[in-house]
Nanobody, 130 residues
Framework: QVQLVESGGGSVQAGGSLRLSCAAS????????MGWFRQAPGKEREGVAA????????HYADSVKGRFTISRDNAKNTVYLQMNSLKPEDTAMYYC???????????????????????WGQGTQVTVSS
């Protein structure tokens, strides 16, 4: 079983930065993608960013492109989400997930669809004040 534990959330002012971490442990499987998702009160869970196994290919939601950066350190079994220029609308519970979002080096049609991820962390809260 794969276990994912997020950390790094907190409260910051608009324009500030945070770096989220996701530590993974457990057996290896056919999963080839790690993703970050977020869910705000009254809204559906939405994909934020995804990264392939080797860390050479990434995918971002339009709302965070240019501000957020996903990366991974396989030696530490950790995935990161660097969040810069934070906005109040970024306020949400952020979840780390593991799944399958690429095949043969090509992204699936909806790589940030929650249905493609079968392991989830418990989440870390990010609050951005204006």
């Amino acid at each position: 079983q794969v276990q994912l534990v997020e950390s790094g959330g907190g409260s910051v002012q608009a324009g500030g930065s945070l770096r989220l971490s996701c530590a993974a442990s457990g057996y290896t499987d056919s999963s080839n993608c790690m993703g970050w998702f977020r869910q705000a009160p009254g809204k559906e869970r939405e994909g934020v960013a995804a990264i392939d196994r080797g860390g050479g290919s990434t995918h971002y939601a339009d709302s965070v492109k240019g501000r957020f950066t996903i990366s991974r350190d396989n030696a530490k079994n950790t995935v990161y989400l660097q969040m810069n220029s934070l906005k109040p609308e970024d306020t949400a519970m952020y979840y780390c997930a593991r799944g399958r979002c690429l095949i043969g080096g090509f992204w699936y049609q909806r790589p940030l669809s929650p249905e493609r991820y079968n392991y989830w962390g418990q989440g870390t809260q990010v609050t951005v004040s204006s």
